[in-house]
């Protein structure tokens, strides 16, 4: 009787890589969390499934609309959209315990119900650095949070990217000092000024605060030019809001700090229309994209928020974190060609290839290289040469070393560069 053979797939929305690729990726990571540590990051995990009354008290709107959340007998509980949230909910819980100002790394899967689209996911890697700190938290640190993806994206060897940032504070007191009272409405439209157009964005800001009022608006959020001009032109406002002053201060503290702290100024750019869609951000916000690849949308955003555990404890903790999208990231450079000719510091170095009754030497050539911090394997199956050397090609192995009873006797080895086909001797 035939069995009933079950197509192998996967379900829509999640990413699986070949091991080539699952190189690169792995390879990716690890320089990312050498920058992180480098510079006085710790590491942490949190739990994927966390309670419901936990992940979602403070979420709402979109967000909420995307959580998977689920029942286990009496439990309720959802998975995590995001390393921020349980980020906030581990600070609460172990506060006691930690030393303030906290910087957290977190690398790890989240969860994400959204409409399935082209380099959109459902299960995604994020790379986080999160600052968290007591009773109140230095502005210099949301320039050191976008430094550390500037220094990331250097790592890999990323060079096409540009910051832009903003201050919600600055739309916040424009709109306060307009008396308009549908303020999540404005500040949403503003977010999908890049989806719907200008034409639908201005149509659609006149129906909800006037035509007045809607010209002022686009008049400040399309404001163009280098950091300081955009900052002198803002403050040509004669606004006297006092949140809309303190956004402009702070907008000019990061950029200054940035440059500071080496990132070129053509790696970043103010841009007012940038305001995060998450419900938690209250100052600093940027998003990142790929120069000339713009239309991938953002590989890297984060921002200020003042009090996200607040739904967890009566201690003030504000922070201000970013997050690289890794799966969308590799997407995208897989995308742009950027991956092919990635070398991957993982990558396998020497394939020894044994002819005839050599396995003994094989071995003790892999372990030498080994020692000296080559990746070295050998290839253990009986074999003809030809299907080794397919194997050896598809593997996409550095370099090849046959190994037959000449050199066995002779202890004289080449190796062969499977890219060049170029032959050296090595001496072990």
Known sequence: MKNNIIKPSILAGFMELLPKNQKKFDDIVSKI?????ENGCEAIDTPIIEKSEVLLAKSGGETEKQVYSFEKGKNK??????????FARYTAQHFDELAFPFRRYQIGKVYRGERNQRGRYRELYQYDVDVIGKNSLSINNDAWVINLADRAFKAIGLTSYKFQISNRKILKGILSELEIERENDVMTLIDKYDKIGEKCFNDELTKVIGSEQAEIINNIIS?????????????????????????IKELEKVTNILSCLGVS??????NLKIIRGLDYY????FETFLTGNESYGSVCSGGRYDNLAEKYTNNILPGVGMSIGLTRLFFVLSEIGFLDTYKANNSLDYLILPLGDTMDYCIEVMNDLQKKNYVATVYFEESTLKKMMIYANK??????????????KNKRLKSKNMKTGEETYINL
């Open 33 to 37: 969390k050498a920058v992180y540590e």
């Open 265 to 270: 100024s053509d790696k970043f750019t103010i």
């Open 77 to 86: 509980m959802a998975l995590r959209f995001d390393l921020t949230v349980p």
């Open 395 to 408: 593997i996409q192995a550095e370099n090849v070393i046959i190994i037959g009873e000449d050199e066995v």
């Open 223 to 247: 404001i163009e030019g280098s950091s300081d001009e955009t900052i002198k032109r803002l403050s040509e406002f004669k606004f006297s809001n006092e949140t809309f002053i303190e956004g």
């Open 282 to 285: 209250t100052g600093t916000v």
